[in-house]
């Protein structure tokens, strides 16, 4: 089954991000561009209305909102700049329900994380997610 245009254009630009962090030069040019392409004319149309993306002046008006000293107001804010950074949906990291949060399923507290620091000195953190659209540990 072909992949969407957007999972395309995501899994490139996070490709594209890795080199940059990494300082690594990106070769993505006139090949790659006919291959995305050829990949959107292949791909179904999507069941699934777009949705607008969240930008910069969502999270700071969010941030502007909250109370970092309240614990619920942090969980909302660890949330959103977790969901908007990593390019997730909500979906792989918060139940639908609070009854239905289930350790195996959901991200919790104490769910393994890792973090290192590049080469070039960049920081990043690595989150496990028990359970995603694609993976079901």
């Given at each position: ?35 995305k392409q050829g990949a959107a ?97």
């Amino acid at each position: 089954m072909p992949a969407s245009k957007p999972l395309l254009a995501l899994f490139i630009s996070k490709m594209a991000l890795w080199h940059d962090v990494q300082g690594v030069y990106w070769y993505g040019g006139r090949i790659l561009s006919y291959t995305k392409q050829g990949a959107a004319a292949m791909a179904p149309p999507s069941t699934k209305a777009p949705c607008m993306p969240m930008t910069e002046k969502h999270i700071a008006s969010l941030q502007s909102h909250l109370d970092l000293n309240d614990p619920f107001d942090a969980a909302v804010w660890a949330v959103a700049t977790i969901t908007w950074h990593g390019y997730t949906c909500l979906g792989e990291l918060l139940p639908s329900q609070s009854k239905l949060f289930n350790t195996s399923h959901n991200v919790y507290h104490a769910c393994p994380c890792k973090s290192r620091i590049t080469s070039n000195g960049h920081e990043w953190i690595n989150l496990f997610i028990p359970y995603t659209k694609t993976k079901k540990f």
